[in-house]
């Protein structure tokens, strides 16, 4: 298959997996060569052609989300990823109680804690829906977290700082750890899933080779 | 399943007997008819996405416009469920393009949908005949 970025609509196909790209890719340039012949320009037929498909990170959601529901592609939350949720929740939870029991708590290291409770709330959200679109950014936000608490969990000039500035308890930044680990892990397992499969499924319908 | 005579059917009755004047098929029912449609095409052949788009436009006149990805989620689907199958072909320039046709699978499946519509359309007709005579 030709590598998507010599292409007009690189840009617009480049986070899709690679056989729904090569399939919208070819409605986009029918639609292109189409607003060319009707005498448009170059740039004009290019965006007439976006507008006639209509958003495709979108459309390749959902084509996604289709198959996942046909039982095609993994979707949904497994028992593993349901587990996750639930560790994110009740650590982003521990961390705010921490906040409220603190006698003298700066704003800063409230900051931070509320913040880093609201991360582990989002993560958990976006675990359910990334499996259709690109999850690289909340993967190297959970491996992200998972680093940064290993640093503060190994690290021993930090170690005051994170326990009476954050007040987070070893305990803790050791359940951040592991949940960032294995979230990110998880994710990006499941990502590879899915193109493994489409890419199978393409196969057995007789995808040519590259 | 072959598209009727837009001049026999309940929307066209609908636009000219009710005065309406030309119009937009509404994104729920394109939602709700695009299967039975992707079937209908598929009947004749194979055919792939911008073909099968351009062939509806030009059944209903241009009143049917399937966009923001009305069409390609019901492929997959469809792919899915066994109803479909799709393979890799190339286009007149070479460009790789997918192509679906019908499996023995929807050919029951198709006859359904088509009573069901048939009964649908019935009903809307008669209701209509009697508003509008």
Same mark, same amino acid.
């Given at each position: ?9 690189? #840009? ?5 997996? =690679? ?11 029918? #639609? ?9 320009? +170059? +740039? ?10 209509? =958003? ?17 592609? =993994? ?20 961390? @705010? ?13 409230? @900051? ?22 690109? =999850? ?12 940064? @608490?290993? #640093? ?40 590879? /899933?899915? /193109? ?15 | 399943? %072959?598209? %009727? ?10 636009? *000219? ?15 709700? *008819? ?12 194979? *055919? ?9 436009? !030009? ?5 049917? !416009? ?7 989620? $019901? ?8 109803? $479909?199958?799709?393979?890799?072909? !190339? *286009? ?27 009964? $649908?359309?019935? $009903? ?10």
């Amino acid at each position: 298959m030709k590598p998507i970025e010599r292409h007009p609509f690189a #840009a617009e196909l480049r986070s899709l997996p =690679p056989e729904v790209a090569a399939e919208l890719e070819d409605h986009l340039m029918e #639609a292109l060569a189409a607003g060319l012949r009707a005498g448009l320009g +170059e +740039e004009e037929a290019r965006q007439a052609a976006l507008r006639s498909l209509g =958003p495709p990170d979108k459309i390749g959601r959902a084509c996604l989300r289709e198959r996942s529901r046909a039982g095609e592609v =993994p979707g949904g939350l497994s028992w593993a990823g349901r587990g996750m949720v639930v560790g994110w929740l009740a650590l982003g939870a521990w961390s @705010a109680t921490r906040v409220c029991q603190a006698t003298d708590p700066s704003h800063a290291s409230l @900051a931070v804690v509320t913040g880093l409770a609201c991360a582990c709330v989002t993560a958990a959200l976006w675990v359910r829906r990334a499996t259709g679109r690109a =999850p690289w950014p909340l993967v190297a936000w959970s491996w992200t977290l998972a680093v940064a @608490a290993a #640093a503060g969990l190994l690290g021993k000039p930090w170690q005051p700082w994170v326990r009476d500035g954050l007040g987070l308890s070893p305990t803790s930044l050791a359940a951040m750890m592991f949940l960032g680990a294995a979230s990110g892990t998880w994710l990006a397992t499941r990502r590879w /899933m899915v /193109m493994r499969r489409l890419a199978r499924s393409s196969s057995s319908a007789g995808s040519p080779a590259s | 399943m %072959r598209l %009727r005579d837009p001049i026999k059917s309940p929307l066209h009755t609908l636009k *000219s007997k009710a005065c309406v004047g030309w119009m937009k098929i509404s994104k729920d029912l394109n939602a709700a *008819s695009a299967r039975a449609m992707v079937l209908g095409i598929l009947r004749d052949g194979e *055919s792939y996405g911008y073909a099968m788009i351009q062939r509806i436009k !030009e059944l209903s006149s241009g009143e049917v !416009e399937w966009t923001e990805g009305t069409l390609y989620p $019901v492929l997959h689907r469809l792919e899915a469920e066994g109803l $479909v199958s799709a393979r890799w072909g !190339e *286009s007149e320039t070479g460009r790789k393009r997918k192509y679906y046709r019908l499996t023995t699978e929807a050919r029951p499946v198709m006859e359904d949908d088509r009573r069901q519509w048939e009964a $649908v359309h019935g $009903v809307l007709q008669r209701l209509w005949e009697v508003r509008c005579a």
